[in-house]
């Protein structure tokens, strides 16, 4: 079982994300459009995968990302954003990813980290 936190404030690229990992074996999934929305998101149900945005309605990704690291421990990260350099701190466990990404980079990125 793998259930994955999708940070992202733009629903259609949520969805795309989701069914994406569902196909490379997810099983459930939350999707959470700001920073406290993330964190307590992943109070309710500790994630094994997140992926995130950098820019959200409220807040920031490696926000909510640093946050949850704080509170449950390192969790695999992957960011996604039209952005990449203003991922901050985007250090390692995570891998960024520029919007538009590619299928195949998210899923290897999956299952190089779960």
């Known amino acids: 079982m793998c259930h994955v936190l999708i940070i992202e404030d733009e ?3 949520a969805l795309i994300i989701q069914d994406l990992l569902e196909e490379e074996g997810a099983t459930s ?3 959470a459009a700001t920073q406290s929305a993330a964190v307590a998101a992943a ?3 500790k ?3 997140i992926t995130s945005d950098v820019r959200l ?3 920031t990704g490696p926000a909510a990302v640093a946050q949850i690291f704080d509170e ?3 969790v695999p990260v992957v960011f996604i954003s039209a952005t990449p ?3 901050r701190p985007c250090a ?3 891998i960024i990813l520029a919007k538009p990404f590619e299928n195949r980079a998210l899923a290897h990125a999956f299952h190089s980290m779960v």
């Open 43 to 45: 109070r309710t149900h």
């Open 85 to 87: 350099d203003e991922c």
């Open 29 to 31: 999934f939350e999707i």
């Open 72 to 74: 449950l421990g390192e």
């Open 47 to 49: 994630p094994d995968f």
């Open 11 to 13: 629903p259609l690229v």
């Open 92 to 94: 390692p466990p995570g």
């Open 57 to 59: 309605l409220q807040g």
